[in-house]
Protein backbone atom coordinates (compact mmCIF):
# COMPACT_ATOMS: atom_id res chain seq x y z
CA UNK A 1 0.00 0.00 0.00
CA UNK A 2 2.60 2.32 1.25
CA UNK A 3 6.18 2.56 0.93
CA UNK A 4 9.07 4.62 1.99
CA UNK A 5 12.72 4.50 0.25
CA UNK A 6 15.28 6.10 1.93
CA UNK A 7 18.59 7.01 -0.38
CA UNK A 8 21.78 9.09 0.03
CA UNK A 9 23.79 6.87 2.41
CA UNK A 10 27.55 6.35 2.36
CA UNK A 11 30.95 6.73 3.42
CA UNK A 12 32.08 10.45 4.90
CA UNK A 13 34.84 11.23 6.45
CA UNK A 14 34.95 12.93 10.55
CA UNK A 15 33.77 16.28 9.73
CA UNK A 16 31.30 15.56 6.72
CA UNK A 17 28.49 16.70 5.65
CA UNK A 18 25.84 13.70 3.95
CA UNK A 19 22.18 14.09 3.05
CA UNK A 20 19.83 11.16 3.59
CA UNK A 21 16.16 11.36 1.90
CA UNK A 22 13.24 9.31 2.52
CA UNK A 23 10.29 9.37 -0.25
CA UNK A 24 6.61 8.37 0.07
CA UNK A 25 5.10 6.22 -2.55
CA UNK A 26 1.62 4.42 -2.97
CA UNK A 27 -2.37 4.93 -1.93
CA UNK A 28 -1.33 7.92 0.23
CA UNK A 29 -4.18 10.62 1.43
CA UNK A 30 -1.98 12.26 3.98
CA UNK A 31 0.94 12.16 5.84
CA UNK A 32 1.68 14.06 9.47
CA UNK A 33 4.66 13.48 11.02
CA UNK A 34 7.61 12.10 9.49
CA UNK A 35 10.88 11.22 11.00
CA UNK A 36 14.34 9.76 11.15
CA UNK A 37 15.75 6.91 13.40
CA UNK A 38 18.76 5.64 13.66
CA UNK A 39 20.00 1.84 15.00
CA UNK A 40 24.42 1.67 15.40
CA UNK A 41 25.32 -1.72 15.79
CA UNK A 42 24.81 -3.39 19.13
CA UNK A 43 22.55 -0.45 20.05
CA UNK A 44 18.92 0.40 20.19
CA UNK A 45 17.02 1.94 17.43
CA UNK A 46 17.05 6.07 18.55
CA UNK A 47 14.95 8.68 17.45
CA UNK A 48 16.90 11.43 15.31
CA UNK A 49 14.85 14.32 14.48
CA UNK A 50 11.00 14.67 13.45
CA UNK A 51 9.10 17.13 11.97
CA UNK A 52 5.46 17.41 11.53
CA UNK A 53 2.96 18.64 8.98
CA UNK A 54 3.02 21.92 9.52
CA UNK A 55 7.29 21.80 10.11
CA UNK A 56 7.55 21.95 13.93
CA UNK A 57 10.95 20.11 14.63
CA UNK A 58 12.41 17.93 17.08
CA UNK A 59 16.12 16.96 17.69
CA UNK A 60 17.93 14.37 19.76
CA UNK A 61 20.36 16.57 22.06
CA UNK A 62 23.37 14.95 20.58
CA UNK A 63 22.61 15.80 16.73
CA UNK A 64 20.75 19.52 17.41
CA UNK A 65 22.85 22.52 15.83
CA UNK A 66 24.10 19.80 13.00
CA UNK A 67 20.98 18.18 12.04
CA UNK A 68 18.66 19.62 9.94
CA UNK A 69 15.32 17.89 8.89
CA UNK A 70 13.07 19.26 6.13
CA UNK A 71 10.30 17.54 4.32
CA UNK A 72 8.45 18.48 0.78
CA UNK A 73 5.17 17.63 1.51
CA UNK A 74 4.68 17.89 -2.83
CA UNK A 75 7.04 15.13 -3.27
CA UNK A 76 5.80 13.15 0.30
CA UNK A 77 9.33 13.36 0.93
CA UNK A 78 11.67 14.06 4.15
CA UNK A 79 15.46 15.11 4.24
CA UNK A 80 18.19 15.02 6.94
CA UNK A 81 21.29 17.30 6.29
CA UNK A 82 23.71 15.67 8.14
CA UNK A 83 26.67 18.54 8.95
CA UNK A 84 30.20 17.61 11.07
CA UNK A 85 29.64 13.84 11.13
CA UNK A 86 31.31 12.05 13.53
CA UNK A 87 32.42 8.69 14.05
CA UNK A 88 29.57 7.54 16.44
CA UNK A 89 27.29 8.71 14.13
CA UNK A 90 27.88 5.72 11.88
CA UNK A 91 24.84 3.66 12.17
CA UNK A 92 21.73 2.50 9.65
CA UNK A 93 19.37 5.59 9.51
CA UNK A 94 15.31 4.82 9.06
CA UNK A 95 12.52 7.11 8.36
CA UNK A 96 9.49 6.54 9.70
CA UNK A 97 5.67 8.40 8.66
CA UNK A 98 2.19 8.46 9.84
CA UNK A 99 0.32 8.13 6.76
CA UNK A 100 -3.29 8.57 6.38
CA UNK A 101 -3.75 5.34 3.34
CA UNK A 102 -6.91 6.38 0.74
CA UNK A 103 -10.14 5.17 2.28
CA UNK A 104 -9.30 4.93 5.70
CA UNK A 105 -9.68 7.63 8.51
CA UNK A 106 -7.16 6.00 10.76
CA UNK A 107 -2.93 6.66 10.48
CA UNK A 108 -0.56 3.62 9.53
CA UNK A 109 2.82 3.86 10.74
CA UNK A 110 5.44 2.96 7.96
CA UNK A 111 9.01 2.33 7.96
CA UNK A 112 11.55 2.58 5.66
CA UNK A 113 14.24 -0.36 5.32
CA UNK A 114 16.96 1.89 6.17
CA UNK A 115 20.43 3.59 4.71
CA UNK A 116 23.63 2.95 6.02
CA UNK A 117 25.44 5.95 6.86
CA UNK A 118 29.44 5.62 7.56
CA UNK A 119 31.56 7.80 9.26
CA UNK A 120 35.54 7.45 8.93
CA UNK A 121 37.67 8.83 11.53
Known amino acids: QVQLVESGGGLVQDGGSLRVSCAAS????????MAWHRQAPGKQRELVAR???????NYADSVKGRFTIARDNAKNTVYLQMNSLKPENTAVYYC???????????????WGRGTLVTVSS
Open 51 to 57: ITLGGST
Open 96 to 110: NAAVVVIGSNRYLEV
Open 26 to 33: GSIFSINA
